[in-house]
C-alpha cells in the first residue's frame, strides 16, 4: 500500500514551509486541552448532561493535532475504503477502552508521558510510511495491531485530561459516553475533510514527488510534540 517515489530533497521553499507547520503545530501542541470556559462547564456539571459533552468530545479530536497527524499517517497510502474503515475502526476500538476504562477506573498516569507516547506514535507511523520499520528490523508489523495498541495510547491521553477536571459522579457514566461519541464523530469529520484533501492530491503529479517530505514533516511534527511533552513532565517541577 505504498507509492513509488523518487527520492527528494527539501528545497528552500519546502524547507520554509516545514519550518512554519513545525512552528505552528509547537504552539497548538500545548493549546491541546480542555480548559477555559469548557473546563468550567463541566467542572460545574452536576448530572447527565449529554449534549454539550458531545460537543466537547467532537471539538476534542477536531481541535487533537496529536490525534490527527497519526491518523493521517495511518491512511496516508491506504486507497480503498474497506481499508480506511478497518483501520480507523481499530484505532477507535484502542481509544474508547481506555477513555472509558481510565476514567471510570480511576486509572492515573502522567498525562505528559501518555502524550509522548502520542509524539512516538506520530513519529513510528510516518517512519513506517517511509519503509523504516522494514528496512530497520527486517520484517514489516501488522499495522492493525499497531494501530489498535497506539489507539490505546491515545485513549488514555483523553482521559487524563478528563480526570483533571475532576468530573462529578452523578451523571458521569451518560456524560462521559456521550463525550466518546463525540469523540468519534470528531474523528469522522475530520477524516472526511482530510480524505478529501487528500484524494485531489493523490490525482495530482505531486504526490509522488512530495509523499516523502509529508511524512518527513509529520515525523519532525511528532518529535516537536513528544519533546515539549518530556520536557514538560522533567522540567515542569523547576
Sequence with gaps: MRVTREPIGLKPPLA??????VAGFATAAFAHAIGGKDAAFVAATVGPDPVPFLYLGAKHMVTGYDHLLFLVGVIFFLY???HIALYVT?????????????VLMDVRVSSELVDAVIGFSVIYKAFDNLGGMKTVTGFQPDNRFVVLGFGLVHGF???????????????????LLSFNVGVEIGQIIALSVILLAMTFWRRTRLFGKTAVAANVLIMVAGSVFMT???????LGGL
Design 16 to 21: 520554509a514551509l516545514i519550518g512554519l507547520a
Design 80 to 82: 480503498r475504503f474497506k
Design 90 to 102: 481499530m484505532f477507535s476500538l484502542g481509544h474508547s477502552i481506555t477513555l472509558l476504562a481510565g
Design 157 to 175: 491521553g483523553l482521559a487524563t485530561k478528563l480526570q483533571k477536571l475532576h468530573l462529578n459522579e452523578n451523571g458521569l457514566i451518560a456524560n
Design 228 to 234: 515539549q511533552q518530556l520536557a514538560a513532565y522533567f
